[in-house]
């Protein structure tokens, strides 16, 4: 989870509270402070349904399971009134899973507004780390100009992935497929992403060291510099 989902979930339960205060306060019986905790916490679970947003699910409530029990086990054991000091904090739990469901709403747009897709220095903020792994055998032995890189890493630009183009290239003069060139046959470790990004991506570098091929779970980034960054090995 990343920082941005983190500060939200925070927020939400922080607004949770100070509504769940602000019933206490007007209620002249006051009900117990454990009680009324575990009334919301309760009151949370309800039938949802699964949706697709920004390439992820969420969920929203559709029936409150939590305060149909509740109501249930107050009016089994003939506490009606019961039941009207603890009613409000039900539905505050049921009401908590569309706070919490605006919180995953935002997020992503918070997110996304902090931390670029499109900028190369969300990915590789810091290089101090940073080297280069040789991963098919058709890269030949080269290694990180780390200077190089610092120069060019805030003024590469993204590109688009073309890769039945790059498919293309790779296989046109061979004639078998274990023959082909990789393009992108080193690997960059030992960087680091943008603090509270939340990324963990796979890093691969160009053969001519010049392009980068950012790998997340759910998306890949080109980027392309003016000047290589990759000098022989010594």
């Known amino acids: 989870m990343n920082a941005t989902a983190l500060v939200m979930n925070?927020?939400?339960?922080?607004?949770?509270?100070?509504?769940?205060?602000r019933i206490y306060r007007k209620q002249e019986i006051k009900p117990?402070?454990?009680?009324?905790?575990?009334?919301?916490?309760?009151?949370?679970?309800?039938?949802?349904?699964?949706?697709?947003?920004?390439?992820?699910?969420?969920?929203?409530?559709?029936?409150?399971?939590?305060?149909w029990?509740?109501?249930?086990?107050?009016?089994?054991r003939n506490e009606g009134t019961g039941w009207d000091r603890y009613r409000k904090y039900a539905c505050l739990g049921f009401l908590a899973n569309y706070i919490f469901l605006l919180s995953a709403l935002l997020s992503p747009l918070i997110q996304s507004s902090i931390y670029p897709k499109g900028e190369l220095t969300t990915y590789i903020s810091d290089t101090s780390g940073a080297?280069?792994?040789?991963?098919?055998?058709?890269?030949?032995?080269?290694?990180?100009?780390?200077?190089?890189l610092r120069s060019e890493i805030s003024n590469?630009?993204?590109?688009?992935?073309?890769?039945d183009a790059w498919y293309y290239d790779s296989v046109q003069n061979v004639e078998h497929l274990a023959q082909a060139d990789e393009r992108f046959p080193y690997?960059?470790?030992g960087v680091k992403p943008r603090m509270g990004s939340g990324f963990h991506p796979v890093i691969f570098v160009e053969e001519d060291g010049k392009g980068i091929l950012i790998s997340?779970?759910?998306?890949?980034?080109?980027?392309?510099?003016?000047?290589?960054f990759l000098k022989e090995g010594e």
């Open 10 to 21: 925070l927020v939400s339960w922080v607004l949770i509270l100070f509504i769940a205060l």
């Open 32 to 67: 117990r402070l454990w009680k009324m905790a575990v009334v919301i916490f309760i009151g949370l679970f309800s039938f949802s349904i699964n949706l697709p947003y920004m390439n992820q699910p969420i969920k929203v409530a559709v029936l409150p399971l939590g305060a």
């Open 69 to 76: 029990i509740l109501y249930a086990l107050y009016h089994k």
């Open 131 to 148: 080297h280069i792994l040789k991963t098919h055998p058709s890269g030949i032995d080269k290694v990180l100009d780390a200077e190089s």
């Open 156 to 163: 590469m630009e993204l590109r688009q992935i073309s890769s």
């Open 187 to 189: 690997q960059m470790t």
């Open 216 to 228: 997340t779970v759910q998306e890949q980034f080109y980027f392309r510099s003016q000047k290589p």
